[in-house]
């Protein structure tokens, strides 16, 4: 019997579905799982992919990339390559690790949820792909960072960052459990492989990429490089859902990926702007993370929305001015509260570094360059211990970062305002106007509680820095600090440092 | 009877804070009680960023709450700052004549 050609049997094979005889359609798609909301049930029938695949396809060419990162890695196992990095590039990997192995198995669960309770069959075909992806890169993600723990203990964090109640931990945990685990797919599908996977993974993949291979770290760019390849096919579940939903309810299509970019770039700011700005050593770096953000996400997301009948979202122009204050503001918050990170965070204020921002980022001496100077005194006058913290941050009550967006004055000064809201007999503070307006719209989802939150309830005890470290998982050995102070300080040793903590404020 | 008792009677109680001094990048949690003078809060807060992050300067400072500036004796209770609330300390710089 001869075989089928591929077009004669891929129709049907990636397209199977049932005849209830027991249940009836609620009980099989129910829907605060499958979200139908206003779309006809029968709308979800011209649910298409627009890249195809079979399983044998499948199976064949994701065995040829694990084959070849693999082979790599083997490779570079027997190299001195690891120990000639420089710290701050393997500050962005550790972070890197750290922030996005568990993310990868969130993902997997994320992927199944669709694959059981789409709406189309195709679709559950296409998230089962999905699922094994995400698999593929949980494991690859974990074992790559597992690899250096014997070399550095940092690197133990990269499993183990999502069992701890670290605040960068928490705020992820946070981002993801809105976007992933307490969605129904349809939000699902608009939120992770639309909005994060085609808006954003790029840039960490693509951008990360590229500094990784500037910096000499091949292993690095092989591995995320081989992730990429699957996000570029399970990512497509996200076009044809919008299509069906824009069609029947283009309000919702369009909050849920207002919100679920917002989330994704608050995130970013924290960690691949200090990563790509800050850590990235002056030499190797290709471009800024604004430069990056306005080209692989803000032109190809926004000419992909738009596609699809979507507008820009409402806090457009306040996430535009974010560019340059977002990911300046958070690195200075790591760099402060370090001892609460897992890896090394390099200032990067050296006088050629600083140049670089100013050139980059025309306000960056006016709104940061002040507050670095204090600092930098304070390390020239051998006084570190004024450069470490004694309270928390106050983390926005949405994103769970610290609040720390300035904005400017009519006067030209530069001040962070509070953002606050009264609600339920409670006062709730945010980072910016649209994590306020996204958690008066989501108020009465479950959100997770900050760490303020924690500390005031008395969860964290005792109630002091120690405390707080010991809470959030973190041991000496693994405490985040500068790696080398001298690097960026000795540019200015010698000058006048009135007004520091030196001269007895 | 606590509740009869006005705040100045009644033993000092924790009023945690969010609060910003002057051109300091980021908010801060910082813990007061009821007693506290507003002298008192800004000291709280400069502690924290003064010298470390944002230069000393040689004038005193002032608390700015709901948009008014509180005078330097009055307490916590009865300028009606309640836990959560949030504060700015500021220089009082004298304007220029």
Excluded at chain 1, 202 to 222: H, M, R, Y
Excluded at chain 1, 227 to 234: G, K, L, P, V
Excluded at chain 1, 437 to 443: E, L, S, T, Y
Excluded at chain 2, 16 to 23: E, K, R, S, V, Y
Aim: aromatic content about 12%; some cysteine.
């Amino acid at each position: 019997m001869a075989l089928l050609k591929r077009e004669e049997w891929q129709g049907f094979v990636r397209d199977v579905d049932w005849t209830y005889s027991y249940v009836d359609d609620e009980a099989v798609y129910p829907e605060w799982l499958s979200g139908t909301g206003k779309v006809p049930r029968e709308a979800w029938l011209g649910w298409e992919e627009s890249y195809k695949v079979s399983y044998p396809e499948y199976v064949a060419t994701q065995r040829e990339k694990e084959t070849a990162a693999y082979a790599v890695k083997a490779a570079l196992q027997r190299s001195a390559t690891f120990d000639q990095l420089d710290q701050g590039w393997k500050s962005a990997t550790k972070m890197h690790f750290g922030g996005v192995a568990l993310v990868e198995y969130a993902a997997v669960l994320a992927e199944l949820k669709m694959a059981r309770f789409g709406l189309n069959g195709s679709w559950r075909n296409m998230a089962t792909f999905g699922q094994l992806d995400e698999l593929r890169h949980a494991a690859i993600t974990t074992f790559f960072g597992h690899e250096f723990v014997g070399k550095d203990p940092q690197f133990d964090w990269t499993q183990k960052t999502f069992h701890t109640n670290d605040w960068v931990a928490i705020s992820l945990r946070n981002l993801f459990d809105a976007m992933m685990t307490a969605p129904n797919v349809v939000d699902l599908a608009l939120q992770l492989p639309l909005t994060f996977e085609t808006g954003f993974t790029n840039l960490q993949f693509v951008a990360l990429a590229a500094d990784a291979l500037e910096s000499g770290d091949v292993n690095f760019a092989n591995m995320i490089s081989s992730i990429q390849t699957d996000e570029a096919r399970h990512s497509q579940q996200g076009g044809p859902t919008l299509e069906i939903l824009i069609e029947h309810d283009p309000v919702r299509a369009q909050w849920v990926v207002d919100k679920a970019f917002w989330g994704s770039a608050r995130a970013f700011s924290a960690l691949t702007g200090p990563a790509m700005d800050y850590y990235t050593p002056l030499e190797h770096r290709k471009q800024s993370y604004r430069e990056f953000m306005e080209e692989w996400v803000i032109d190809q997301f926004v000419h992909t929305i738009e596609q699809y009948g979507l507008k820009k979202p409402w806090y457009w122009d306040e996430f535009i001015r974010g560019l340059d204050i977002w990911h300046h503001a958070l690195h200075m918050g790591l760099w402060f509260w370090r001892p609460t990170l897992w890896w090394r965070p390099k200032a990067g204020v050296s006088k050629d570094e600083r140049a670089w921002l100013a050139e980059k980022y025309p306000n960056w001496e006016k709104v940061y360059g002040d507050k670095w100077d204090v600092i930098i005194d304070n390390v020239n006058a051998n006084k570190v211990e004024a450069t470490l913290p004694e309270t928390l941050p106050w983390l926005c009550v949405t994103c769970h970062l610290p609040a720390c967006n300035a904005t400017q004055s009519r006067d030209g000064t530069w001040r962070v305002r509070d953002i606050k809201l009264s609600y339920d007999g409670k006062t709730y503070h945010f980072c910016s106007n649209g994590c306020r307006q996204i958690f008066w719209k989501d108020r009465d989802n479950v959100n997770h509680e900050t760490l303020i939150d924690r500390f005031l309830a008395g969860q964290i005890q005792p109630m002091d820095v120690g405390g707080i470290l010991g809470y959030m998982g973190l041991t000496p050995d693994v405490m985040g600090d500068d790696p080398d102070y001298e690097a960026w300080t000795r540019d200015y040793v010698g000058r006048a440092a009135e007004g520091a903590a030196v001269a007895g404020a | 009877m606590t509740a009869d008792l006005g705040a100045e009677d009644r033993a000092p109680e924790l009023v945690p804070l969010n609060a910003i001094f002057a051109t300091d990048f980021v908010q801060i949690l910082v813990p007061v009680t009821t007693a506290n003078t507003m002298a008192e809060v800004a000291a709280a807060v400069a502690h924290h960023v003064e010298g470390k992050r944002v230069r000393a300067l040689p004038y005193d400072k002032v608390v700015i709450f709901d948009g008014q500036r509180l005078p330097a004796d009055i307490t916590v209770a009865a300028a009606g700052i309640k836990p959560l609330d949030h504060v700015t300390v500021e220089y009082d710089i004298p304007e220029q004549s």
